[in-house]
């Protein structure tokens, strides 16, 4: 599966998906099939050591495709918000290390697709970053609840979760979804930097590591996952 809006290239053992859809980069079904095509590359690829996730100029990704969100189909917006679930699980849980490079902006399921993510390198840039559902006027889905309570910092997750708190590119590593910032020039070239040095870890004690570090989180989230799709449940007040 491939998209318009998403390109991937090739840099010695780091793959990188570039996402650019000329707007928000908003998570669409699209999108979501053509960065899983790209782990199933980089996992099927034993000489791919690491996944760079790169956002476009001043907006890494700012949430589910409203497009869709805003249609009224509960069907649809049930579909899309589960996808996005199995999106930043299988981020999470994957055998290959994954860097993104947050070029900006990075709200609601984009904020949840750094939590996915092993490095967070992002800008150090006035943007915003984080969970603003509550704001307006939608409830977490469970597993998005999970993820966040496992790689927030604990002194901010009230804030950042049940207050709808969003902060700033340097804010955001005190809070949990960025590791490090640096100049907005930067961010690609440090992320590809990061990744080449994961991919030159143990491709087997990492994968290894993951299943017995994340492995009961990951269970669960697919239960919370597949619950909403049973259940088609939209996450609105």
């Keep these: 599966m491939t998209s318009e809006h998403v390109s991937v290239e090739r840099r010695d053992s780091v793959l990188i998906v570039h996402l650019d859809d ?13 960065i899983g095509a790209a782990l199933d590359t980089a ?21 589910f495709d409203l497009s869709i969100m805003r249609s009224g189909d509960l ?23 994954i860097v993104a490079a947050c070029t900006g902006h990075a709200l609601a399921a984009g904020a949840l697709v750094l939590l996915g993510c092993d490095v967070r390198v992002g800008a150090d840039v006035d943007c915003k970053i984080g ?16 993820i966040a309570v496992e790689r927030l910092s604990r ?9 709808a708190r969003v902060t700033d590119g340097a804010g955001a590593v005190d809070v949990g979804f960025l590791d490090e910032v640096v100049a907005v ?10 990744a080449t040095e994961l991919a030159a870890l143990s ?19 697919a239960d919370e996952i597949a619950s909403d799709r ?6 609105t007040v």
């Design 22 to 34: 000329g707007k928000a980069n908003a998570l669409s079904p699209s999108i979501i099939a053509a």
């Design 43 to 63: 996992e099927s690829d034993d000489t791919i050591g690491a996944l760079v996730l790169h956002g476009r100029e001043g907006k890494f990704c700012a949430g």
């Design 75 to 97: 069907a649809a917006m049930s579909s899309l918000v589960s996808d996005g679930g199995d999106l930043v699980s299988r981020l999470y849980g994957s055998p290959v290390p």
């Design 131 to 146: 969970l603003n559902e509550v704001a307006i006027g939608m409830v977490l889905p469970t597993w998005a609840l999970s």
């Design 155 to 163: 002194r901010h997750l009230q804030l950042a979760v049940a207050t």
């Design 185 to 194: 020039d930067n961010v690609l070239d440090t992320a590809i930097l990061r």
């Design 203 to 221: 491709a087997r004690a990492y994968a290894g590591t993951v299943r017995a570090l994340r492995g009961e989180l990951l269970a669960r989230m």
């Design 230 to 235: 049973r259940l088609g449940t939209v996450p």
